[in-house]
């Protein structure tokens, strides 16, 4: 699988952090199952990923805190 935004980097299975910068809140998650490009670092999720940082983002917005540090497999 090759980069999009390089073309020319491949993309490995790596973990990743999470910035969210929400209207009120920021929210970050970490170990994020991603994949990522070798050469420029350009980072890709998978819809099931992307569905799952959604569900922890609205979750986090409902603590109502300023900063929310979470880990993505923590939270069932
Ligand atoms: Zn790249």
Redesign the pocket.
């Given at each position: 699988m090759k980069?999009q935004?390089?073309k020319?980097?491949n993309m490995s299975p790596s973990t990743t952090t999470y910035f969210a910068d929400l209207k009120n809140c920021m929210i970050i998650i970490k170990n994020v199952p991603c994949m990522k490009?070798e050469?420029?670092g350009?980072v890709l999720y998978s819809a099931s990923v992307t569905e799952r940082l959604y569900e922890l983002m609205e979750k986090a917005e409902s603590l109502a805190s300023e900063l929310t540090v979470i880990e993505y497999d923590k939270i069932a």
């Amino acid at each position: 699988m090759k980069c999009q935004s390089c073309k020319s980097g491949n993309m490995s299975p790596s973990t990743t952090t999470y910035f969210a910068d929400l209207k009120n809140c920021m929210i970050i998650i970490k170990n994020v199952p991603c994949m990522k490009c070798e050469q420029c670092g350009d980072v890709l999720y998978s819809a099931s990923v992307t569905e799952r940082l959604y569900e922890l983002m609205e979750k986090a917005e409902s603590l109502a805190s300023e900063l929310t540090v979470i880990e993505y497999d923590k939270i069932a």
